[in-house]
């Protein structure tokens, strides 16, 4: 079965830009159909939609963090990657990767802790 | 920037009955899109658990269903177990927005 796993820096000082990768097996990144998405959690709070790259490259993105966010496909290393421009403080979450389907999330990575920290 | 609306915790006896509300508008739930369930046990990842209103994914047992009626969605977990205990979180799509959106979250406490 599809199984997920981020990687990345963990710790960012403020301004700097946050850059995650998903590494997808047991499954293609670019198999007909397939969203692959981020959700973010602050410690202690509750979870956000970040946004999803398609199999062919399109975007949805939460409008709250649209001009900051990309999310974009590897299919080379079939992964998939996270970027966030310009973190703050308020940008301090785990951080998971995980599959869109028929409109929820399943299965998820085990998940990644980013701090920003001056 | 969670618009679904949970309880912030519920609790109950082993073997009771306990139901965790989700409150949304016109414009996510009451639009008429479904609405998802996940389970997160403490330092953990979510995992799915109802899709679609009410079905469970292969190996979710039969204690748990979900509903849904007009702008709100309820889950039930009966027969409560030790186990139970974590957060649950509702998921629907939010059409004004047009993106995902998740609820606040409800702590499921085993008495």
């Known amino acids: 079965q599809v199984q997920l796993q981020e990687s990345g820096p963990g710790l960012l000082k403020p301004s700097e830009t946050l850059s995650l990768s998903c590494t997808v097996s047991?499954?293609?990144?670019?198999?007909?159909?397939?969203?692959w998405s981020w959700i973010r959690q602050p410690p202690g709070k509750g979870l956000e939609y970040i946004g999803y790259v398609s199999y062919i490259g399109n975007n949805n993105y939460n409008p709250s963090l649209k001009s900051r966010v990309t999310i974009s496909l590897d299919t080379s290393k079939n992964q998939f990657s996270l970027t966030l421009t310009s973190v703050t403080a308020a940008d301090t979450a785990v951080y998971y990767c995980s599959r869109e389907i028929r409109n929820c999330f399943d299965p998820w990575g085990q998940g990644t802790l980013v701090t920003v920290s001056s | 920037q969670s618009v679904l609306t949970q309880p912030p915790s519920v609790s109950g006896a082993p073997g009771q009955r306990v139901t965790i509300s989700c409150t949304g508008s016109?414009?996510?739930?009451?639009?008429?899109?479904?609405v998802y369930w996940y389970q997160q046990f403490l330092g953990t990842a979510p995992k799915l658990l109802i899709y679609?209103?009410?079905n469970r994914p292969s190996g979710v047992p039969d204690r748990f269903s979900g509903s849904k009626s007009g702008a709100s969605a309820s889950l039930a977990i009966t027969g409560l177990q030790a186990d139970d205990e974590a957060d649950y979180y509702c998921q629907s799509f939010d059409r004004s927005l047009r993106t995902y959106v998740f609820g606040t979250g409800t702590k499921v406490t085993v008495l």
């Open positions: 016109s414009s996510d739930i009451g639009a008429g899109y479904h």
């Open positions: 679609d209103n009410n």
């Open positions: 047991g499954g293609s990144v670019n198999t007909d159909g397939s969203y």
